[in-house]
C-alpha cells in the first residue's frame, strides 16, 4: 500500500498555519534543546536554571507553592526538580518558621555564583541561535504573538488534574478542600 504524499493528507490547518507549526516544532526540536545543552556541562537542565533565578531575584526565597506558580509548572514537577537538586548545593529547603507546613526555597551563595556564571552564556545561545536571525520587527511580532499564545495555555497543574479522581474535590469551591490546588503544594511534602 502507497502512503500519500504530505500535500495530500487531509488538514483543517491553512498553508501557512502549517508551516507556522513545522517552524515552531523545529524551534522546540532543535533551538530548544541547543540552548539547554549550555546547561548540562553543570548538571542543569533549563527548568532547574529558571529555578535558580527566580530564587535569585529573590533573596528571602519563596514559598514552593509560588515558586511552582512563576515558573507554570505543577507542583510534582517541581517536587521532582528539587529532588534532582536536593544534593547539591545551589539551594536550601526550609520550613517557613511562621507556618510549619510550609517550605521556603533559597538559593545559597555557591548557587548565585553559579547564576551570574550562567547568566551572560546563556543569554549570548539565545541570542545566537533564537533572536539574531530576527529583525526588530520580527522580535515585536513573535514576542507579541507568542504571549497571546502562552496567555490562552493551561496552567501544567490544570493538565495534571484534567481527569484525576481528585479533580473535583480540588476545585469544587464548597469542598472542604477547595481552592487552587497549587497553594497546596507545601502542605503535600
Do not use: C
Not at 502549517?18 to 522546540?28: D, M
Not at 480540588?170 to 469542598?175: G, V
Request: charged share 25%; proline share 6%.
Amino acid at each position: 500500500m502507497k502512503l500519500p504524499s504530505p500535500d495530500q493528507l487531509p488538514t483543517a490547518l491553512t498553508t501557512e498555519e502549517h508551516q507556522l507549526w513545522q517552524s515552531l516544532r523545529a524551534v522546540i526540536l532543535v533551538g530548544l534543546p541547543e540552548v539547554e545543552r549550555g546547561f548540562r556541562r553543570f548538571g542543569l537542565v533549563q527548568l532547574d536554571y529558571d529555578m535558580l533565578v527566580r530564587l535569585f531575584t529573590h533573596p528571602a526565597g519563596l514559598r514552593l507553592s509560588d515558586l511552582a506558580a512563576s515558573l507554570k509548572v505543577s507542583p510534582s514537577r517541581l517536587s521532582h526538580r528539587l529532588e534532582k537538586l536536593a544534593g547539591s548545593a545551589v539551594m536550601t529547603l526550609e520550613t517557613s518558621e511562621s507556618d510549619g507546613r510550609v517550605t521556603i526555597a533559597r538559593i545559597t551563595a555557591t548557587g548565585r555564583v553559579l547564576v551570574e556564571r550562567l547568566a551572560l552564556r546563556h543569554e549570548a545561545d539565545l541570542r545566537r541561535l533564537l533572536l539574531a536571525p530576527l529583525r526588530a520587527d520580527q522580535k515585536t511580532a513573535l514576542a507579541d504573538a507568542l504571549s497571546t499564545i502562552a496567555a490562552h495555555l493551561p496552567t501544567e497543574s490544570a493538565v495534571e488534574l484534567q481527569g484525576s479522581p481528585r479533580r473535583r474535590s480540588l476545585l469544587n469551591k464548597e469542598s472542604p478542600v477547595g481552592g487552587d490546588p497549587r497553594e497546596r503544594v507545601d502542605s503535600q511534602e
